[in-house]
């Protein structure tokens, strides 16, 4: 610890040697501002949830910085590393008060409740079901030429043509792979490709981030293909960490209008333009970290409500209810998590066969102020209880990073895929599971022996081969120099880009 580090934590109380017994008032005191100023911005986060020396040396400095104290500013170097750009935007959001929103005694009583009440370690995560090896698919790895240290963004299976979109971050290039298995480069973009969404047939819409690491700057883009007139230009530019979209109908007028999720950092929102009018201002909904969106009519009134899925500090699964004309009611919560929950992603669909549609989360997102092994990250399923929605089912899994939900073996029921991202997994075969629905809210994990060939960070399904049933198709990431190294030291000698496993059920 630098003399500048002890000092400013002095400062602000996290570092106190010689201090005396914190008194039970002192602790009393704490939890009570935790919640009320803590529980102003997002979900009033237990103690219990990490370890006394996260919350010390990690979470509560943050914690003091986004509540204005400059000693805290100071230590974290809020400012280093930043352009002049990125500090204004920064400063444009008011991200970090100028004055201190809790006295010092106040901010140290928070200090004292959570040291007082967290565990010295967190718990091992519960034990799992016994997982059985997936039979049925034939998997195929795709490398591409030059790439030793695959940096995946992107994985899309295009059912119309029976294509695989790829996005690779280094070198920010797009890749399609035609049902020969001829691999073509498409248009360079200015960022890594993250998401694909179609919008008619021929008619195509690809997402490019800006920056994959945490950034307030612009960057991301859209860009719109059109096989039919051999046609690729950019549409949108200066987006905001731009993650997730969709096309759809929502004012039922024939017109699709499109909605964009801006993942953002301090910033972002869902950004909605009406009919494909990208000269227009769109409407804005929710706020930073939007990471998903769905269409669903969840008030049965004939329109289309949007939910979308926050990820960023306020976590949170929220409605907007489609008013007609173009606008949306105000934001409901469906469900708000705690901002060390680390929700990355969801599907809504009904995984019971009772006509209702449950909630998939995933929730494993670990690169943030609080890393370490928690006990309380996996994949859950949340039904709609008499109006509000409650956890049914939980799988433990570090890194969750996605479930998606598709019918593999074709008995009428919907399984699911699902692929988690963390360096120090224990099985690394356990990465990619897929889940076989047995009813009643059971379901069975199955793994794949080929998953331990790569760190999988993205993934799609759907029926790449067009033999009529869905195939899963995932991307290989390492993000630095040191996770493609460990690969290494486990014997893989070649990465794959992306590992296709093709459905073979249906085949005689």
Not at 86 to 99: C, M, N, R, T, W
Not at 250 to 257: Q, S
Not at 317 to 326: A, D, I, M
Request: contains cysteine; proline residues 6%; charged residues 20%.
């Amino acid at each position: 610890m630098s003399l500048r580090f002890f000092l400013c934590l002095s400062l602000i109380g996290i570092f106190r040697p010689g201090h005396a017994q914190t008194s039970s008032e002192t602790i009393l005191k704490g939890k009570t501002l935790a919640k009320t100023y803590c529980a102003a911005c997002h979900a009033y986060p237990d103690p219990e949830l990490l370890p006394k020396e996260i919350w010390k040396k990690q979470v509560l400095p943050q914690m003091a910085a986004f509540m204005g104290d400059a000693a805290a500013q100071d230590s974290l170097k809020i400012w280093e590393n930043k352009s002049e750009k990125e500090i204004a935007q920064v400063k444009k959001l008011g991200v970090y008060p100028s004055q201190a929103m809790l006295s010092g005694e106040d901010f140290q009583a928070i200090i004292d409740f959570y040291t007082a009440s967290a565990p010295e370690k967190l718990p091992a995560q519960n034990s799992k079901e016994t997982t059985m090896p997936l039979a049925g698919f034939e998997s195929k790895k795709l490398f591409i030429d030059g790439i030793k240290g695959p940096q995946t963004s992107m994985v899309a299976i295009n059912e119309e043509r029976s294509e695989l979109f790829i996005g690779e971050a280094s070198g920010q290039q797009l890749y399609v792979k035609v049902p020969t298995d001829e691999l073509f480069t498409l248009p360079q973009t200015s960022s890594p490709v993250v998401h694909f969404a179609p919008k008619a047939p021929n008619e195509y819409s690809f997402i490019s981030v800006g920056s994959i690491a945490p950034s307030d700057l612009s960057e991301g883009a859209m860009y719109e293909m059109n096989l039919s007139t051999n046609a690729w230009q950019e549409s949108l530019t200066q987006l905001s960490r731009p993650v997730f979209a969709i096309w759809s109908d929502l004012e039922n007028d024939g017109k699709a209008d499109f909605i964009l999720c801006n993942y953002g950092n301090h910033g972002g929102n869902v950004s909605i333009y009406r009919d494909g009018d990208f000269q227009t201002p769109p409407l804005i909904l929710g706020g930073a970290g939007a990471r998903k969106v769905e269409v669903h009519d969840l008030n049965q009134d004939g329109k289309l409500d949007i939910v979308a899925l926050f990820c960023q500090g306020n976590e949170r699964l929220s409605v907007f209810y489609n008013q007609g004309n173009g606008s949306f009611g105000p934001e409901e919560i469906l469900l708000r998590f705690s901002p060390v929950m680390g929700s990355s992603y969801f599907e809504m669909r009904d995984l019971d066969g009772d006509g209702a549609l449950e909630i998939l989360l995933s929730n494993g997102d670990n690169w943030d102020y609080s890393s370490t092994l928690k006990p309380y990250h996996g994949f859950r399923i949340y039904k709609n209880q008499n109006g509000s929605y409650e956890e049914a089912w939980f799988y433990p899994q570090y890194g969750a990073a996605k479930a998606m939900c598709l019918d593999f073996d074709q008995d009428g029921d919907l399984d699911f895929a699902t692929i988690a991202f963390y360096d120090e997994l224990e099985n690394p075969s356990e990465q990619f599971l897929l889940f076989e629905n047995l009813g009643n809210m059971t379901f069975s994990p199955k793994y794949l022996s080929e998953s331990a060939l790569g760190k999988w960070l993205t993934m799609d399904v759907g029926d790449l081969d067009g033999d009529g049933d869905p195939d899963i198709v995932l991307g290989a990431y390492s993000h630095n120099t040191l996770e493609y190294t460990k690969l290494l030291l486990r014997g893989i000698e070649e990465i794959p880009s992306v590992l296709i496993l093709e459905n073979q059920l249906r085949q005689p």
